[in-house]
């Protein structure tokens, strides 16, 4: 549709339905869909001045048009076109809103230039005004797109004005019925939130796969992909960074395909894909392969690092089935296996079950919380010349069945790219708070224990809250509790997360600096935020006796803290002559397979009992 008419369109939809005035004389309506305030609306303004082109190779009928239009009610600016390949000309170059056009011109027919508009995809209503011609000229210039048709010999310029607004009206709703058919097409057939072929459009494009394999004997793949972990986003970092992760991993499918690849989205976080002109298995799993790794890249959504695994089911037509629902079903059993055997992918296959990919973490972690396979171990902070506990370190383990035990290190990371690092932080709060509640009522250990907290969760301004609530309930009390975070965790962090550290530090809870000596923390924020522990690397602690400069560094933070009243925890001692070392050094304080390993709570005890 011409510029000026989509800028001044139209025409004000008055009820659920729009009338379209119809060229063959029936009426079409258009259902408004619950039409919603602003949106469905459509209203019609006629623009001020109607530019017009009279297209007429006769110049008493140019100038009798022109008068009658002069006295009419419409304001127009009329463009005059004594010829046909003008009038075509001015239709390309100047967008007039309406066209009012002679059948016989000099060079053309009226209808001769319809041909050539509608080659141009030129859609300016058209006015058609002749002297000669019978019904089946109507007939074919309607066909052609006339709006309007009139008699010269029954000219006048109410019947003018009226064929001209009518048109500007029946253009305008045209235009926006186009529209709305585009929209509902889209809608009917692509996904709105990733772009990507909907349901709809997968089945119908397997069928037409199915049909064209039948046909020429080509073959393809199908797989089913499904996100891990994916309800944990959404109930995490909340439903606007789901929506952003489903667009970033459509797009990162899309990089990957070819174009005669079909990428959809089922729906949630469920995707297919359908490989044309797939032959081999190793050629899908190449496919699954590229796909695991393009995925396996953390996304970065707005503040937050999301990683995000993916378990395919892999069939092929026609080895694995030649029906779309049979293929279907294949696809998603082999996607299924891969969820149940934390795999990220696994073959179709009947009699094996021979294909699949690395095992992953992630997921099983999941199922670790829920099936209850970590437990915590505590390790001893002792006072160096008294030997006297004075707190506990718990430092959470993790027994998984299929992958027997699995060190923090490795598991620690993951979880705080996922957001699983939430849930398995309140399940640590959870299992050492029970623990030092069975301690007390057995009369045992009353030292405060520290738990560590990964910098991810100090953006959770209600971290203060909920572990408030967590003491509370086993009427345990704050200075029961120590958090430790490492030190490059606070010098990165951002104004937020140091609130939430002063926030726990108000409250009463301990707040220990892990690892220091490795970042760059100022010791005015170690001032203002009360801290009270610092635990010295192990990298400065270990090779103490046999490093000069590692003992510059342990003295110097031993005199500081020292004039801070902060308690200085050594860690990583292996040795009676580093633990020597330490104490001419003024750190009073230490922690180390030297004195105690980790320990279960049991051992802990039995170990508390040969120290006494
Ligand atoms: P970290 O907080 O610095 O914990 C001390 C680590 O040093 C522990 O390893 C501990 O077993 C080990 N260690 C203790 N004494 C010695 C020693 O004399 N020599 C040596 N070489 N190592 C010693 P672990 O338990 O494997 O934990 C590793 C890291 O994983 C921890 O470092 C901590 O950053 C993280 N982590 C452990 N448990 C948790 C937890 O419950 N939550 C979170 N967020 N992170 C944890
Ligand atoms: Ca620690
Ligand atoms: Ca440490």
Not at 77 to 92: D, N, T, V, Y
Not at 383 to 408: C, D, F, K, Y
Not at 485 to 490: D, K, P, S, W
Request: aromatic share 6%; hydrophobic share 45%.
């Amino acid at each position: 549709m011409a510029e000026a008419v989509k800028r001044n369109c139209p025409l004000r939809a008055q009820m659920n339905s729009i009338r379209l005035a119809s060229v063959d004389g029936r009426s079409l309506y258009v259902q408004n869909a619950s039409p919603q305030q602003g949106e469905n609306e459509f209203r019609y303004s006629r623009p001020k001045v109607i530019r017009l082109l009279l297209a007429e190779d006769d110049d008493v009928d140019r100038e009798r048009v022109q008068r009658l239009l002069a006295r009419s009610r419409l304001s127009c600016e009329i463009i005059e076109a004594p010829s046909g390949k003008q009038a075509l000309e001015i239709m390309r170059n100047e967008a007039p809103d309406c066209l009012l056009l002679d059948y016989h011109l000099g060079d053309m027919t009226g209808i001769e230039v319809l041909n050539q508009m509608a080659q141009d995809g030129v859609a300016t209503p058209v006015i058609m005004i002749t002297g000669v011609g019978g019904e089946e000229l109507v007939v074919t210039a309607m066909r052609l797109g006339v709006y309007d048709y009139l008699p010269k010999s029954l000219l006048n310029k109410d019947k003018l004005s009226d064929a001209i607004e009518s048109s500007l009206e029946q253009a305008a709703l045209q235009w926006r019925l186009i529209e709305m058919q585009k929209k509902l097409e889209r809608m009917s057939f692509y996904d709105e939130l990733t772009g990507l072929p909907n349901r709809n459009l997968f089945f119908d494009r397997l069928e037409q796969e199915i049909l064209n394999a039948e046909r020429d004997g080509s073959r393809f793949a199908l797989l089913m992909m499904d996100l891990n972990l994916f309800k944990e986003v959404n109930d995490q970092l909340g439903h606007g960074v789901g929506d952003k992760v489903l667009a970033e991993i459509a797009s990162r499918f899309c990089s990957v395909a070819r174009k005669s690849d079909t990428i959809s989205r089922l729906g949630g976080d469920e995707f297919t894909c359908l490989l044309h002109g797939v032959e081999s298995v190793s050629c899908a799993v190449a496919f699954a392969e590229k796909v695991v790794d393009v995925i396996s890249t953390p996304l970065a959504i707005d503040d937050n690092v999301v990683q995000v695994e993916v378990s395919i089911g892999i069939c092929l037509y026609p080895s694995h089935g030649t029906e779309a629902s049979l293929l279907l079903s294949n696809a998603d059993h082999a996607m299924y296996q891969a969820k149940k055997s934390f795999r990220d992918y696994v073959v179709h296959d009947a009699a094996r079950q021979k294909e699949s990919g690395r095992i992953h973490v992630g997921l099983h972690l999941n199922r670790a919380l829920d099936h209850k396979e970590l437990y915590m171990v505590y390790q001893p902070k002792i006072n160096l010349m008294t030997h006297e506990v004075i707190a506990l370190e718990a430092l959470v383990r993790w027994r998984s069945p299929e992958l027997g035990l699995v060190g923090p290190a490795q598991f620690i990371p993951l979880a705080e790219r996922s957001a699983l690092i939430t849930k398995l932080t309140f399940a640590i709060v959870d299992m050492v708070l029970d623990q030092m509640v069975a301690w007390r009522l057995q009369k045992q250990l009353r030292v405060p224990v520290s738990i560590n907290i990964s910098a991810r969760l100090l953006d959770d301004t209600n971290l203060p809250a909920k572990i408030l609530d967590n003491l509370h309930r086993r009427n345990l009390q704050a200075a029961d509790l120590m958090v430790e975070v490492t030190e490059t965790a606070l010098a990165s962090s951002n104004e937020l997360a140091k609130r939430v550290v002063a926030e726990l530090a108000a409250a009463g809870i301990g707040i220990s600096i892990d690892d220091f000596g490795t970042g760059f923390t100022s010791f005015k924020y170690i001032r203002d935020i009360d801290i009270s522990e610092i635990k010295i690397d192990r990298l400065f602690v270990t090779d103490l006796s046999e490093k000069e400069r590692d003992a510059s560094i342990v003295r110097s933070i031993a005199l500081l803290s020292d004039s801070m009243a902060v308690r200085v925890v050594a860690e990583g001692i292996e040795s009676q002559e580093c633990q020597s070392a330490l104490t001419r050094l003024g750190c009073m304080y230490g922690q180390g397979y030297h004195i105690a390993h980790p320990m279960r709570a049991d051992e802990l005890t039995r170990w508390l009992q040969r120290l006494h």
